[in-house]
């Protein structure tokens, strides 16, 4: 009786929140993945998985995977194959690779901004004629760098499913200027030219406290600080309207206003390597002395940037990137040891720009597509790449010397012949449920570190132990199409925190109007919110973390992510008006389980050498095959991924003249 009343009130639930809408989200059925129009071919997959995903050959009439909504990232059907191999039930399964005949220059594995910048430097050594073949497993190039497009009423909205901004903590090298500069992108420029619109002027930010984590469900707004629109007030003031306790409210405004040096006497070079080896949450507890109700108010800010929460971040990099506590410590702005990358880009900054694309670094994958692949997007411009169609139809076309396969899991990468001496590779990929082999010159790994010991065995041990070293970060970044931004507006609010929710963070997306993009206006026009999900596990090493993470991502079903998406909207917008069920038009969630590149923390990794960094190791050449990838610079960033691929095309034809002569 009781369990049968349950259920009625789940199916009560889950019909005021809308589940039964039929939104967008219903071109993923089942588990199955439907392209826009397009005919169905199954990818290889091992088992009982094959029945159950399934993409269309990229050159059916309507592929077009921008659009698609539902379950994107890492989407069924992606992945099932790297992890067969993994498991090493792959070949007992697989017949042997059928040969295509097809020879080419090189092959690039990964078709990420590494790998797409890759073959851009390789065209521009060995001329326009060079055959190049790119493969990724993925039904859209851009790896990271993927698009999200909607079109309610006709008209488009754009998002970016991935990596966004241009700035990177490290300074920009010639050739990593160098390539952006050729595709047309000049950030400084677009930053004065495409600014923010007027739509979101006058909103601010503020904080939900959920039932669950505080006790009490509230949404406060008008946070002090520097947040966005936020206003400037007391902390006191602010946080008398929480439901947070007393003394944890004293312990905020300790934290937020206080000066107090907590290490008075201290050296500056000492406090910043103690700083540099307590996680953030440890400074405020054992040094700020607060009380502990304040932890789960901080635990997730710390989400966006690194994928895991206070328990795992330095309190230097905290102090870093302007977390408060540390206002009377007196600590000079400067690099210092035992900063993470991410951190040190904050204390020397090396952009005066936040411009991104209104899809971020889609657009520079796109730009690179359409600059290798003649006819796959028309324009000619950084701008006009915004509101260009693609024509993937003509992406892996023989027309074109340089070819991007989807779909294309590669599986093996080895030498025709002895490493030292060998002129060609080959290369096995798995597609539409069969295995094929393709012959280069040379190939560049751009596809991430952990696959490579897995593709190419025959790396030296060492090398394939380093390679397995970093652990990426999971992360989601949900983009969810409403009817209008009314609710948001009638709050008051463009941005939530919700440190104990599902999704830490829903904002507005960022409205850039550029070329012929036209973002929402009025709050009566529809409109993109994103929310930010780490599956992160405080109290584990961060590389647990991150094990975890994937764990959960791919244990957890669209349906869990829609039910909770809408339940945390309506929570949060419920008093600005907001209707689950009538409200929400489609939801894309863009599910990364591997996502950001592992960067070395001082809480967790060795302080190793220069030169003996796994990333080190694990990028060496090994004969004509190079590594490029953000990973095997152990940072997350656009310009690494970029500088990655230059290196490894070096390498790659330093090694061909070498063995030519
Ligand atoms: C959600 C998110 C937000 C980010 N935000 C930013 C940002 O704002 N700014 C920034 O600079 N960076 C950001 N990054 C970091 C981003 O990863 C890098 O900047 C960069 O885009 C990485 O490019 P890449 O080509 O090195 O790797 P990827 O983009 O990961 O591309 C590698 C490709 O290789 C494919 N691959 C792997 N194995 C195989 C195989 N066996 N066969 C075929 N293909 C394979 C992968 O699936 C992938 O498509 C973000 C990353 C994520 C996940």
Known sequence: MANSSEQERKRSRDRELGMHRDITRRDFLNGMVVAAGGALASTWLPGSVAAQTSAAAQDAPGYYPPALSGMRGSHPGAFETAHSVRDGDFWAKAGKPVATGET???????GGISGLAAAYF?????????????LDNHDDFGGHAKRNEFRPGGR????????????????????????ITELGIDPPAFEKKYSDNEAYRGLGSGYFFDKETFGVERLVTGAPGGRRGASGGKWGDFLAKTPLSAQ????????QEGTTDYMKGVPQAEKKARLSRMSYKDFLLNVVKAHPDVI???????????????????????????????????????PSKGLTFTALGAVTP???????????????????????????????????IVTAKM???????GDSPVRIRLNSTVVAVHHLGDSASAKEVEVAYARDGKVYSVRGKGTVLACWNMVIPYICPDLPTEQKEALRYGVKVPLVYTVVALRNSNAFSKLGVRGVSCPGMYHSSINLDQAIHIGDYKPPRSPDDPVLVRMLRTPCQPGLPARDQQRAGHYDLLTTSFETFERNIRD?????????????ARDINAITVNRWPHGYAYEYNPLWDSDWPEGKRPCDIARRRFGLITIANSDAAAAAYTDQAIDQAFRAVRELVERRKATSS
């Open 104 to 110: 080419y220059d090189l092959i690039v594995v990964g």
């Open 122 to 134: 390789y065209r521009q050594h060995a001329g326009p004629s060079a055959n190049i073949l790119i």
């Open 156 to 179: 488009l909205l754009l998002t970016n499913g991935g990596t966004v901004a241009i700035e990177s903590p490290f300074p920009y090298s010639n050739e990593a200027r160098g390539l």
């Open 248 to 255: 944890a409210q004293e312990s905020i405004v300790r934290i």
């Open 296 to 334: 789960p108010f901080y635990q997730s800010r710390t989400h966006g940037l690194y994928g895991i929460g206070i328990d795992a971040v330095p309190a230097l990099d905290c102090w870093a990137i302007s977390f408060p506590g540390f206002q009377g410590m007196e600590l000079a702005r400067v």
């Open 350 to 384: 090396q952009a005066d720009y936040h411009f991104h694309f209104p899809d971020g670094n889609a657009s520079i994958a796109r730009l690179l597509v359409r600059s290798l692949v003649p006819g796959s997007a028309p324009g000619h411009t950084a701008e006009d």
């Open 391 to 397: 024509d993937y139809s003509r992406i892996d076309h």
């Open 568 to 580: 945390q909207l309506a929570r949060v917008l419920a008093a600005g008006g907001f209707d689950p």
